[in-house]
């Protein structure tokens, strides 16, 4: 139970994330020239007309998002290994290729569709999959402490084996939610400011149920493989595979076969707004920018295709290693966007006399400090994403004070996007 902290620093911190950050940033784009990803939110919002901090900021996501899209194809690789026996390499090459066709034909809209069913689908596994490996326990009532506590005897204790510094951390998986480019383009797109709490209101509830379900299925997995030792060879030698292997042990193979596609669904879900926002990086930020400022939407959908392609081979290429685990690699993209794009999100959203050196600086220096604390501090057991958002904000509020204040069209443009986000939220309450 004490690797439930990182779930409860997640649900905190998407929490905060809805409330502070999403309203404000649908506004704030919209005012911004209708932004449509972060790079173009935040040259608008700091009047970038060398556009450095575009160029700079799709960096950070093209670096961070090859980590995290290789998170999924080991993730999806793993499932194919194991269902249909293949070899690593071979299940790698076949689920990257289901995702990378289906990301090509469709589109953001498409992906906000398949997200909705992916979703549905990854609930109900999640929460069947607990509850059917309990009453798969023989006298579960009776037998379910004692398996438990022979298997590991401070499995129920919150801080078994933790010290502050260990929970601190995994509470801290939290504040990586307000720099997460493809969840922040979700806000961006929302068809407006009204939809909000309505989105908050489900999205945390289908969050809640989601990680109580994948607790409870580490945890409950504890007794049932002490009790069946012969049937958990698999999960000793690569403990993220045990929804897997119990979703095959207890279930019909037809139900199994479903219950296992929402692993897939998970996976292409995250994956596939992945790929998307650093083709659109790559394809508005980049491409459109500086090479071809008049491009077709034809020509453009065409380049995003290629980079989608183009980013999938590298995310390839770093999950070739078969020992790759998927939560380390989540692990440093999250710390990484986290730290990089997190302060710079909220202070941009609540300062108006943040200034474009200021972001700059708080977007190199998260960026850095994770890196370098990830491969030369690790062993010290602070996540690196702790660091890195604390000495983001301090760089970012420091060169912002010590800088030239904003010109006053930047401050204008601020203030008209605050003063209409308070006046539709004023509106809203006024009609509840």
Known sequence: MSESWIAIGLIIGAWLNWYLVAGRLRVHTEVQNNALTLPDYFSSRF????????????????????????????????????????????????????????????????????????????????????????????????????????????????????????????????????????????????DSLKVIPAARRIGMAWMILCLAGTVATGFIAIAY????????????????????????????????????????????????????????????????????????????????????????????????????????????AWAGFGAAFGPLVILSLFWRRMTLNGALAGMVVGAVTVILWKTTLDDLGIYEIVPGFILSSLSIILVSLIDRKPDAQTVARFDQADQMYNTQMAEMKKTK
């Open 47 to 190: 009047s970038d007309p060398k556009k450095v901090l575009r160029v700079i900021s799709a960096v950070v996501i093209l670096v961070f998002f090859a980590i995290y899209c290789a998170s999924g194809m080991v993730a999806s690789a793993r499932l194919f290994e194991s269902i249909f026996g293949l070899s690593y390499h071979s299940a790698l090459w076949i689920s990257a290729i289901a995702t990378i066709s289906y990301v090509c034909i469709g589109g953001f809209l498409a992906i906000s569709w398949t997200d909705t069913f992916q979703a549905g689908l990854m609930i109900f596994a999640l929460l069947l999959t607990p509850i059917m490996a309990y009453l798969g326990i023989d006298n579960n009532q009776q037998q379910f402490a004692v398996l438990l506590e022979s298997a590991r005897p401070h499995a129920t204790q919150m801080l078994s084996g933790l010290s502050s510094v260990a929970v601190f951390s995994s509470l801290a998986w939290g504040l990586g939610y307000f720099g997460q480019p493809h969840i922040l383009v979700r806000f961006m797109a929302a």
């Open 225 to 332: 493989f002490q009790q069946h030792p012969e049937l958990g060879a698999t999960v000793l030698q690569n403990p993220e595979t045990v929804f897997m292997e119990l979703t095959k042990i207890l279930f019909n193979p037809w139900v199994a076969g479903i219950i296992l596609a929402a692993i897939l669904a998970a996976v292409m879900s995250t994956l596939s707004c992945q790929l998307l926002v650093c083709s659109t990086t790559l394809t508005e930020d980049l491409y459109k920018a500086f090479l071809r400022k008049n491009a077709s939407q034809s020509e453009l959908v065409w380049v995003g295709r290629s980079m989608v392609i183009a980013v999938s081979v590298l995310a390839i290429v770093i999950a070739s290693n078969p020992e790759s685990k998927v939560l380390g690699l989540v692990a440093y």
